[in-house]
């Protein structure tokens, strides 16, 4: 019986990275009995991506963002634009710095068959020189859980290549689209959990993708007070505090919500307080 899966990404202005993460996409090694379906979020690209991706890869559905759509909000379009067009049988987050290795859907499609579909398949990605592990699934402590051949449940996602079964969206839903870039791939699997949904690791690495500086802008001493306030608030920020709020209001608890608010901006006020990477 045949299986579908929509691949939902969302780019901006990084024309070569998007146009390597589709090409590695479609040498990917596919199972006879599946079909992709490439949904990508142009969202006010400049630089010509769009034009390209449909010179390039004129199979892939290319949807037109505002120019302020961000990370969250884009991947909740390319989702949205998806359930209009199919009943799919999975759909697959994609980030489009990501490079993925050309078993990565096949073992992800294996790994959530294990699973029955019933939960979460998490990739964890590596740097471009395969040295050190990037981006996947995480320990309550924050710590990365490194593949090792089996699934091993993990506490949060990133958002960097996810695989989520029909039964998963039928419970869940789509990504909640209130926040612009950051938190999304954090509340999803916390809202999923609730439902009784976990979270698990790939059983082997999926890709490559290069790791984002460790600390923001606004942790940062040396970064005047004026820019680690705009990096902070900037739609951009890993822990903008109105929506960080929101989702530990919705997740922690008032109290918890409370206490990192204020502890945020103790931190923005005083960054040498903290110790740095």
Same mark, same amino acid.
């Given at each position: 019986?045949? %299986?579908?899966?929509?691949?939902?990404?969302?780019?901006?202005?990084?024309?070569? %990275?998007?146009?390597?993460?589709?090409?590695?996409?479609?040498?990917? @090694?596919?199972?006879?009995?599946?079909?992709?379906?490439?949904?990508?979020?142009?969202?006010?690209?400049?630089?010509?991506? #769009? &034009? /390209?991706?449909?010179?390039?890869?004129?199979?892939?559905?290319?949807?037109?963002?505002? #120019?302020?759509?961000?990370?969250?909000?884009?991947?909740?379009?390319?989702?949205?634009?998806? &359930?209009?067009?199919?009943?799919?049988?999975?759909?697959?987050?994609? !980030?489009?710095? @990501?490079?993925?290795?050309?078993?990565?859907?096949? *073992?992800?499609?294996?790994?959530?068959?294990?699973?029955?579909?019933?939960?979460?398949?998490?990739?964890?990605?590596?740097? =471009?020189?395969?040295?050190?592990?990037?981006?996947?699934? %995480?320990?309550?402590?924050?710590?990365?859980?490194?593949? !090792?051949?089996?699934?091993?449940?993990?506490?949060?996602?990133? +958002?960097?290549?996810?695989? &989520?079964? %029909?039964? &998963?969206? !039928? /419970?869940?839903?789509?990504?909640?689209?209130?926040?612009?870039?950051?938190?999304?791939?954090?509340?999803?699997?916390?809202?999923?959990?609730?439902?009784?949904?976990?979270?698990?690791?790939?059983?082997?690495?999926?890709?490559?993708?290069?790791?984002?500086?460790?600390?923001?802008?606004? *942790?940062?001493?040396?970064?005047?007070?004026?820019? =680690?306030?705009?990096?902070?608030?900037?739609?951009? +920020?890993?822990?903008?505090?109105?929506?960080?709020?929101?989702?530990?209001?919705?997740?922690? +608890?008032?109290? @918890?919500?409370?206490?990192?608010?204020?502890?945020?901006?103790? =931190?923005?006020?005083?960054?040498?307080?903290?110790?740095?990477?």
């Amino acid at each position: 019986m045949k %299986k579908t899966i929509a691949i939902l990404i969302t780019c901006h202005n990084r024309k070569e %990275k998007t146009l390597q993460c589709l090409e590695a996409l479609f040498q990917n @090694t596919i199972p006879e009995n599946v079909t992709l379906h490439v949904f990508l979020v142009d969202d006010g690209s400049t630089d010509g991506t #769009g &034009i /390209a991706v449909s010179d390039h890869f004129p199979e892939v559905h290319i949807v037109k963002g505002n #120019g302020k759509l961000y990370w969250n909000k884009g991947m909740h379009l390319a989702w949205q634009s998806a &359930i209009t067009f199919l009943d799919f049988d999975y759909y697959l987050w994609l !980030n489009d710095d @990501t490079v993925l290795f050309t078993n990565a859907i096949q *073992c992800m499609i294996e790994d959530a068959h294990k699973m029955e579909n019933k939960h979460i398949i998490c990739g964890t990605t590596q740097s =471009r020189d395969l040295l050190d592990y990037t981006y996947g699934g %995480k320990l309550k402590n924050g710590e990365l859980i490194l593949p !090792n051949g089996y699934l091993q449940e993990c506490f949060f996602i990133n +958002g960097n290549c996810v695989l &989520i079964s %029909k039964n &998963i969206y !039928n /419970a869940v839903g789509t990504l909640d689209p209130i926040y612009p870039h950051a938190i999304g791939d954090y509340e999803y699997g916390f809202r999923a959990r609730k439902k009784g949904v976990k979270s698990f690791v790939a059983s082997k690495a999926i890709g490559m993708c290069n790791k984002n500086a460790s600390l923001p802008k606004w *942790c940062l001493p040396h970064v005047s007070f004026y820019n =680690r306030l705009k990096n902070l608030y900037s739609p951009l +920020g890993s822990s903008h505090p109105y929506y960080f709020f929101i989702f530990e209001v919705k997740h922690r +608890g008032i109290a @918890t919500a409370f206490l990192h608010f204020i502890t945020i901006h103790v =931190r923005l006020f005083f960054p040498k307080l903290w110790k740095h990477q």
